[in-house]
């Protein structure tokens, strides 16, 4: 026992050696295989297909086996080959349609084997079609452009002609560098048109079917077809159109613009400006208002009054209803004063009054007054209030009470020497001149010279200026001496502050020296006054050709002291009135007065 | 339904004398109503089946062992055997499937309405199926009929006794397993859609075959 012998020691090395070396290839059964699918192209045959799993190591077969439902007969698969590796292909008479196939496979190697998991299969559900085949694209033209054709057979296993199998297509197109397919259902036909193509693109084509009830076949290879260059007719049209309005408005820009200031006119018609008579837009734009506002002063306009001729007033003496003996101002300068009897001119006489209304009325109202009578008051009996100056308002009422007839006489007296002026002038105070302001009539400016105010018309028209006093006003008065052309005019030159006019002959000046120097033939005649009998009294002539006026007072009973010369022919002068007895009235033709009072009949005769 | 085909071969011969108030319809019209009906039926049977199977997972054991009640009836199960039927022959394969379902379709809705499990619409659809198995037996008849008149078919081989006969007989042949069940019909259904496009393809090759 104590021997060990020498030799089993290495022996036991060895095969401790050898058993620790021999699990370095180990082999094993087979891992389990898989079937993988099952198809049937044409419904007649069938084929399936398995993965084999871990061989373990050891070269393994494959075998696969089938029972048919509601039997236990086990088959083996008839066909390894025609189907490729791993496959196995049933044939026609394998085949058996509404049967339930139960297919498993076995993989075996020397150390073992495995069977896959059964697979139910009806043969009837799983079919598959090959693909259509004979694909065509053809490029076709109708009215709305070019469209594709394409057109195929059905997969050459498939019986649909039997009636067998029945085949639905599928179709999908997309442009080569495109990534979108557009599918398209065509049903049992074998032929589709696609259209609404973009011109000039590339396209590719494939089809596909499927039986009743199964899957889908594979697309087929992609077919290629070009489009042709085209433009489609409706975008065509549209550019037509396009280009023809654009044209039409490039025209009609065109037009305008060359019209630019009449279409501007007729748009916006211009708003015409105001129109100032006179304004001289010029000069306001050189910048000096006060040439403007001068431009716009319209000579004679406003009646710039000096009060002056505020103060030369015209009466308005009325010889009949009919006769209008309108002692107009205004047109004296015209001339003779033409009979206002047949016209009723608006401006006979009032015209030359002042612009006031109520002037106007009261010269209306004295010339209906005096166109009743043809009397005439004596100057002192007559209308003016012995008011002293300044007054006004009731002044023509209370001539009027007097004597309704009576036109208020202001007194005018010119007198070339102003002495005798003045000395009857104190008389003449109580017959102080009344300022009417509303009976009086306005001379016109024009009367300042003076000159012109003496021309009376020849139906003896007479004209009186009333001389306004004015309270603290000195105004030049001019006295008109309502004479004869024969009558030699005077001019007041001034109006003292106690109401005396002082007196200055116009002689010569003006040439009326002719005139002067004829009475006896003249046919003027001064009237003094109007009595209530229709009878005038006239005024003579002092002396030559001056002569100044005198007048009676009213009321007061006094008696201006007359003319010498008017005594002679008349009665002396009554308190109220001073007559003039003509044998025959004024309206007598030829009459005339001795001596230096003057009548025109003629005048009064119409 | 014996006095109804019989209302039809009447209204058929009528016809065929050219009575002009008879509107006759082509035999091509009749077929392509009658495989639009069955596949109809098949797609109604193919969708119940789907539907039960979610509810209802088969047993691996019921699948091989499962028989439908008309196994009995031969059925040509390929191509070849198939047309190698005469037209006749076809003919009374698709009238035997069609009756001998025609009850036990009724009895299936039935009990699927006592039962409260099913939908709405799985009741529908068993309740279309059974109305349009009777359709299409009516249907498949008067085609039978017509082409008999015109010379194309002979005189059935079985009578009309026959076909009744066979319908008592399986009526008592129900299934409770509904899953089965449906599996017998969706596989019937087919089968009848097939023989059915097989026999106007022969009888009218050019009417898109």
């Known amino acids: ?606 | 339904m014996l006095e109804m085909s019989k209302s039809v071969s009447l209204l058929l011969m009528i016809c065929a004398h050219g009575y002009p108030e008879c509107q006759t319809i082509s035999l091509a019209d009749l077929f392509n109503r009658v495989i639009q009906h069955s596949a109809r039926l098949h797609r109604l049977s193919s969708d119940l089946y789907s539907e039960f199977e979610q509810y209802l997972i088969p047993s691996k054991n019921e699948i091989g062992t499962r028989k439908c009640h008309t196994s009995y009836i031969v059925t040509p199960n390929g191509k070849e055997h198939a047309q190698k039927l005469a037209g006749e022959e076809l003919t009374e394969v698709i009238l035997k499937l069609l009756m001998a379902w025609g009850e036990p379709l009724a009895q299936f809705h039935q009990s699927m309405t006592q039962q409260q499990d099913y939908n709405i619409y799985s009741s529908n659809k068993a309740m279309e199926m059974s109305d349009m198995v009777h359709e299409l037996k009516n249907g498949v008849q008067k085609v039978a009929e017509k082409m008999q008149l015109l010379g194309i078919l002979s005189t059935f081989l079985n009578g009309e006794d026959t076909l009744h006969s066979l319908e008592s007989e399986s009526s008592s042949v129900f299934s409770v397993d509904h899953l089965n069940f449906l599996h017998c019909f969706r596989r019937d259904s087919d089968k009848i859609w097939s023989y059915l496009k097989i026999l106007k393809c022969r009888i009218l090759p050019e009417s898109g075959c």
């Open chain 1, 1 to 606: 026992m104590m021997w060990i012998d020498s030799g089993t020691m290495p022996l036991l090395t060895l095969s401790v050696f050898f058993l620790l070396l021999s699990p370095a290839t180990s082999t094993s059964a087979p891992g389990r295989p898989r079937v993988t699918s099952c198809r049937s192209p044409e419904k007649e045959t069938f084929t399936c297909w398995w993965e084999p799993g871990d061989d373990g190591g050891l070269p393994t077969t494959y075998a696969l086996y089938y029972c048919l439902e509601g039997s236990e007969t086990v088959y083996e698969c008839p066909d390894y080959k025609t189907a490729g590796k791993n496959s196995c292909f049933f044939s026609k008479n394998d085949t058996s349609l509404w049967i339930n196939y139960n297919i498993s496979v076995v993989a075996t190697n020397a150390e073992g084997k495995s069977v896959s998991e059964p697979v139910e299969v009806d043969v009837v559900y799983i079919v598959q079609p090959k693909t259509p085949e004979s694909v065509m694209v053809s490029v076709l033209e109708d009215d709305h452009g070019p469209y594709l054709r394409v057109s195929w057979d059905k997969p050459r296993s498939a019986d649909t002609r039997s009636g067998w199998i029945t085949l639905v297509y599928q179709l999908r197109v997309k442009q080569v560098k495109e990534e979108n397919w557009e599918e398209y259902d065509a049903g049992m036909q074998k032929y589709y048109n696609v259209f609404s193509l973009h011109s000039g693109k590339e396209y590719m084509v494939q089809v596909r079917c499927k039986p009743d009830h199964g899957f889908w076949s594979e697309w087929t290879t992609p077919a290629y077809i070009q489009m042709p260059d085209f433009i489609p007719r409706e975008r065509s049209m549209w550019i037509m159109v396009a280009v023809f309005s654009a044209f039409i408005l490039l025209i009609f820009a065109w037009t305008m613009n060359v019209k630019r200031s009449s279409v501007k006119h007729y748009l916006l018609p211009p708003i015409p400006g105001p129109k100032i008579r006179g304004f001289d837009q010029q000069l306001l734009k050189s910048g000096k208002s006060e040439e403007v506002f001068n431009a716009l002063v319209i000579q004679g306009f406003p009646p710039t009054t000096n009060y002056e001729d505020l103060l030369v007033e015209y009466l308005e003496v009325y010889d009949d209803v009919k006769q209008e003996l309108v002692l107009n101002g205004k047109n004296l300068p015209e001339g003779l004063l033409k009979s206002k009897t047949m016209s009723s001119d608006n401006d006979s006489g009032r015209g030359s009054c002042d612009s006031r209304t109520l002037l106007m009325e009261k010269c209306a109202e004295g010339v209906e007054e005096s166109g009743m009578e043809q009397e005439l008051s004596q100057f002192g009996e007559s209308s003016w209030a012995s008011s002293d100056s300044g007054e006004d308002r009731e002044n023509p009422a209370s001539p009027r009470q007097e004597d309704r007839k009576v036109q208020t006489w202001p007194p005018v007296f010119s007198s070339p020497q102003p002495h005798h002026f003045q000395q009857q002038q104190p008389g003449g105070t109580r017959a102080s001149y009344h300022s009417v302001p509303e009976i009086s009539c306005r001379s016109p400016p024009g009367h300042s010279s003076g000159g012109q105010q003496n021309r009376f018309s020849k139906p003896g028209f007479y004209q009186y200026t009333q001389m306004h006093s004015m309270d603290s006003i000195e105004h030049k008065h001019v006295a008109q001496v309502p004479q004869s052309q024969s009558a030699e005019y005077v001019e007041v030159q001034t109006v003292d502050p106690e109401n005396i006019l002082l007196l200055r002959p116009l002689a010569n000046a003006e040439g009326h020296d002719p005139e002067l120097s004829d009475f006896a033939g003249e046919d003027y005649s001064k009237v003094r006054d109007v009595t209530s009998d229709n009878i005038l009294l006239l005024q003579r002539d002092l002396s030559g050709p001056q002569y100044v006026r005198d007048y009676c007072q009213d009321q007061s009973g006094q008696v201006d002291p007359c003319f010498m010369q008017l005594q002679q022919v008349e009665q002396t002068c009554k308190p109220t009135n001073v007559h003039l007895h003509l044998p025959s009235l004024m309206l007598q033709d030829g009459m005339r007065l001795a001596g230096n009072g003057y009548v025109d009949s003629t005048i009064m005769m119409s």
